[in-house]
């Protein structure tokens, strides 16, 4: 696999050019919300301009708008590894999780269980709490301070025949660590019970694969992955058929449109095609050679809104080349874990620099896994504090030299709280993602260590 050609990755990013106060922004926000690429401002402009219409109507725009639907669905079914008929597009993944606990609370009895967990974010908290009202008992799982890892023995204590529902994320918005789900499927499973799980803040990082995890329910947010602001649901089709979504009479009862309320947000749903399909492309460039049928097919898809797009011809790895994996690579899913697992591997030596560099900094606090050797449970999203300083103060200095990072809680409150943070302004996070250069972490350091040299 090739390395990632950041060059061509910047240049796909219209406002990683810009400049505040003569100097280049830095965009660590990344865990707050991505920047885009110009494809999705495009194919978002162009949605408004020629298909801009509601849906099922016997009429040119319309029927755009109805294919644009189905090509969203079909983009998403290949970013998560599943079939297009479990995706449900919503407003954000905090919106759809409310959907979700709302229509599984209507079949559960007092006394039941949902297990939640301390490292989440509260949009896969408070949705389940809110069953409390329906004598639903809610358990909170642990976080071991250490590491800010979850503790995997208190989970296997609370899960027990009355649990229904395990809600976890697959990584810390926070902290960055990643849960073994994997691991929690099969012991909520082994219980009967489901599992919700918050990918919000892991699918920019690394290839998912929802039917081989194995997890009942998954939610994520595109603008968390170089999209615009749509939430994206991915439900078992046995789950979003059974269970009861609170809808309209007049909206479709057939699954997934049964879970969408009202009308969705059709220039998002083109900005989330073309951001699957800027995924696909970098897939092509790390490929081993890239496969300029795959490539055209993929601006072509931009342009129209293909459905069921497959590559007629994906080249492998000269190193590679049984059949199998051939016909592995036929398709715009192969692309998609190729350039998830570029962004990963890459990700993961920024992590390195960026950890290694932050350590060295007198007076600085760090918050989450520090061993090289376990970078495999950990995005590339740290979290700190400087001494004698609030998250904001270091943060409004960042900001001043044009570096952009987040402060506070993040809605990880349960987690700030725990780790004695919350008080006294939460944390400070740098989230890295793949368009971030080793340039742009020399420089956070360097800023790092002159703001903590303030007062020290
Ligand atoms: C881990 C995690 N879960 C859930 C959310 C909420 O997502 P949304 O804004 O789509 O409701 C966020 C947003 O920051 C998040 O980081």
Sequence with gaps: MEPLDLKWIRAQ??????????????????????????????????????????????????????ALITSARAAIADFLGCNSDEVVFGANMTTLTFAVSRAIGRELQPGDEIIVTRLDHSANISPWYALEERGVIIRVVDVKIEECTLDMSDLSQQINP????????????????????????????????????DAVHYTPHAPINVHALGCDFLACSAYKFFGPHVGILYGKREHLTRFTPYKVKPA???????????????EGLAGVVAAVNYLAKLGCHVSPAVDSELVSALAEADKEGLENFSCPRFLTSPNQPS??????????????????????????????????????????????ITDPSRFAWRTPT???????????????????????????????????????????????????????????????????????????
């Design 13 to 66: 990013f219209p406002a990683l050019t810009q400049k505040i106060n003569g100097k280049p922004a830095i965009f660590f926000d990344g865990p707050g919300g991505t920047q885009v690429p110009g494809a999705v401002l495009d194919a978002m402009s162009d949605y408004l301009v020629r298909s801009n219409a509601n849906a099922h109507g016997a009429f040119a725009t319309s029927a755009r708008t109805d």
């Design 162 to 197: 009355r649990t229904r529902l395990v809600a976890v994320s697959y990584a810390s918005n926070a902290v960055g660590t990643i849960n073994d789900v994997a691991a929690i499927v099969r012991l909520a499973h082994a219980v009967g019970a489901l599992v919700f799980v």
């Design 252 to 266: 479709p009862e057939e699954v997934p449109s049964r879970w969408e309320t009202g009308t969705l947000n059709h």
């Design 323 to 368: 059949h199998e994996l051939a016909s592995a690579y036929h398709s715009r899913r192969a692309a998609l874990v190729a350039a998830m697992s570029a962004i990963q591997q890459y990700e993961r030596e920024l992590s390195h620099k960026l950890i290694s560099g932050l350590l060295e900094i007198p007076g600085l606090s760090f918050y989450g």
């Design 382 to 456: 740290v979290a700190f504090r400087l001494a004698g300083q609030t998250p904001e103060t270091t943060a409004k200095a960042l900001g001043d030299r044009s570096i952009f990072a987040w402060h506070g809680n993040f809605y990880a409150l349960n987690l700030t709280e725990k780790l004695g943070v919350e008080a006294s302004g939460g944390l400070v996070r740098i989230g890295v993602v793949h368009y971030n250069t080793v340039e742009e972490i020399h420089q956070l350091l360097q800023g790092l260590n002159e703001i903590a040299a303030l007062t020290n």
